[in-house]
T-cell receptor, first 113, second 111 residues
Framework: AQSVTQLDSQVPVFEEAPVELRCNYS??????LFWYVQYPNQGLQLLLK??????LVKGINGFEAEFNKSQTSFHLRKPSVHISDTAEYFC???????????FGKGTRLSVIA | DVKVTQSSRYLVKRTGEKVFLECVQD?????MFWYRQDPGLGLRLIYF???????EKGDIPEGYSVSREKKERFSLILESASTNQTSMYLC??????????FGPGTRLTVT
């Protein structure tokens, strides 16, 4: 079975600074990887996904992530954060077929003015 | 745009009540899911369904049941609500096994 570990439960960062949210997964087969964002009192929204091809994936709101198969990681990055990026971020993995997404426990990003 | 709607944003129920949470999607997706979200625990899968009248248990099915009589609607049922079922409930749907689309969530409080 696959699993996802988000290494930081909370990440505070100053506005306009860069940020990296870390995600590691475990799986014995090839995976598909996702990052979702949840703003306060809302559902989850897809930020970006890796299904195949280029290991550098660009998403919405200036976020990007890099799939590293050897390190089983899919870290999320943004070069300059804004106050509006304050939210909870979830990494998720799927192995395809009829299997649901497996989510990490989330990382709460707080952007400080 | 895919739209997943949930019947209530906030719900307050008493212990022992039977509770229905409804989820409707408008994109003809085959797959639908119910999660609960609790601080520090992330999203945990309760039940999912790949077809009408079909259901599969997720990681934490105890105390819950589901119903899918129509393709667009997936209901979560708490037969006898308990205080430990106070949580945020999220519904999702997908066309395939990859990207899931989420509803806005129902924050349920059981007193």
């Amino acid at each position: 079975a696959q699993s996802v570990t988000q290494l930081d439960s909370q990440v505070p960062v100053f506005e306009e600074a860069p940020v990296e949210l870390r995600c590691n997964y475990s799986s014995s087969v090839s995976v598909y990887l996702f990052w979702y964002v949840q703003y306060p009192n809302q559902g989850l929204q897809l930020l970006l996904k890796y299904l195949s091809g280029s290991t550098l994936v660009k998403g919405i709101n200036g976020f990007e992530a890099e799939f590293n198969k050897s390190q089983t990681s899919f870290h999320l990055r943004k070069p300059s954060v804004h106050i509006s990026d304050t939210a909870e971020y979830f990494c998720a993995v799927n192995v395809g077929g009829n299997t649901p997404l497996v989510f990490g426990k989330g990382t709460r990003l707080s952007v400080i003015a | 745009d895919v739209k997943v709607t949930q019947s209530s944003r906030y719900l307050v129920k008493r212990t022992g009540e039977k509770v229905f949470l409804e989820c409707v999607q408008d994109m003809d997706h085959e797959n639908m899911f119910w999660y609960r979200q609790d601080p520090g625990l992330g999203l945990r899968l309760i039940y999912f369904s790949y077809d009408v009248k079909m259901k599969e248990k997720g990681d934490i099915p105890e105390g819950y049941s589901v119903s899918r009589e129509k393709k667009e609607r997936f209901s979560l049922i708490l037969e006898s609500a308990s205080t430990n079922q106070t949580s945020m409930y999220l519904c999702a749907s997908s066309r395939d096994s990859y990207e899931q689309y989420f509803g806005p969530g129902t924050r349920l409080t059981v007193t």
